[in-house]
């Protein structure tokens, strides 16, 4: 089992009086300034309530959306410091920027109970570069690091790895569950232990998908994924979304080593087509071989949404990550939803690898019947292909 980092727990941190600087997920869906999903947001409280209630100073930074290293108001972390500020119940202070003399000065200035917010990382292109210099006026002034940025730990940037080694660090308490979870699906699940995976495409996802074949009992495929699975079985898919050659010279290579591994790679037996991908098109319910020129596949059909419940049920250990259909068309949602019932509905662990599935759990309100749901998409498919995490290999380790 991966070695866990430490926690803000851990001792060897006096946290009364101490400057801190957190490394929170703040990276939000906006609508003209408007925050359409603060799940992030709630998920970093935890931690900056941690740190207040030890006694410590925090200052908060994040990046938000890709600037790429120019200052964009509409990018600015400014709808993030007043739902914060909602959040935990005291003010939180935009400062407008992340490093510099001013924000050195105010660093300088906080005292036990403050919480400040610097502005977008990413308004400084040294940020992704991880660059040394950066990473130092970033880490100037503060006495401890906390990173629980789980959703941007997959990233070598200056604010998730370069920072860490300046500071004593730790992981914030998402940040360590989000890797105690993920860690353990690789090393002990319980069985049989299930994966549902959907998506686009299956070279997006070869990696994620040889290392589940490597530990899954079996593998339920939906998305448009499993089109290219079909073609590569010379299965008629009509219009649906699928790859070409290569992409089936994949998913007939990953046929093969299910069968070498006894994993069973479980495929739609029946889809629902619509003759256009937009919410008033006509359906209907199809064999999966069998779609017609001028259909398109847009979810996995109701026998198939009957088997993979069945499967579920009996599962002991559930990974999902990718949507069964285009659910954000109501019409085409309904595959997606019945997987998230049968997970919410299940007494196995229960986990969503973030993206597309937890916008569809959150969607659903079903978000609080799973065991966990990732804030991190690409970083928790890197933990379970197998990957480490720059921003999770820079911190001090337990024992």
Known sequence: ???????????????????????????????GGRI??????????????????????????????????????????????????????????????????????????LQPGDVVMLENLRYHAEEEKNDPAFARQLAQGFDAYVNDAFGA????????????????????????????VMSGLLSNPGRPFVAVLGGSKVSDKLPLIEKLLERCDRILVGGAMCFTFLAAMGDSVGNSLHEGPEGQEMARGLMDTAVRLNCMLQLPTDVLVADNFHEDSAVKVLPSDAI?????????????SAAYRDVIERAK???????????????????????????????????????????????????DRFTHVSTGGGASLEMMEGKTLPGVAALPKGD
Not at 3 to 31: C, F, H, M, Y
Not at 66 to 92: H, Y
Not at 153 to 179: D, N, Y
Not at 323 to 343: C, H
């Open 36 to 109: 359409t999903d603060d799940a992030r947001i709630a998920a970093s409280v935890p931690t900056i309530k941690a740190l207040l209630d030890r006694g410590a100073a925090v200052a908060v930074c994040s990046h938000l959306g890709r600037p790429k290293g120019e200052r964009k108001p509409e990018l600015s972390l400014a709808p993030c410091a007043e739902r914060l500020s909602q959040l935990i119940g005291r003010p939180v202070e935009l400062l407008n920027d992340c490093v510099g003399d001013a924000v050195a000065a105010r660093v300088a200035s």
């Open 153 to 180: 730990a997959h990233r070598a940037h200056a604010s998730t790895e370069g920072v860490a080694h300046l500071l004593p660090s730790r992981a914030g308490l998402l940040l360590g569950r989000e890797v105690e």
């Open 317 to 367: 250990t559930v990974f999902w990550n990718g949507p069964m259909g285009a659910f954000e068309i109501p019409p085409f949602a309904e595959g997606t939803r019945s997987v998230a019932d049968a997970m919410a509905s299940s007494d196995a662990v229960t986990v969503v690898g973030g993206g597309d599935s937890g916008a569809a759990v959150a969607e659903f309100g079903l978000a």
């Open 292 to 304: 017609p020129d001028g259909w398109m596949g847009v979810d996995i059909g109701p026998r198939t």
């Open 1 to 31: 089992m991966t070695t866990l980092p430490q926690s803000i727990e851990a001792p060897g941190i006096d946290w009364q009086g101490a400057k801190v600087l957190v490394r929170s997920d703040l990276n939000v869906p906006l609508d």
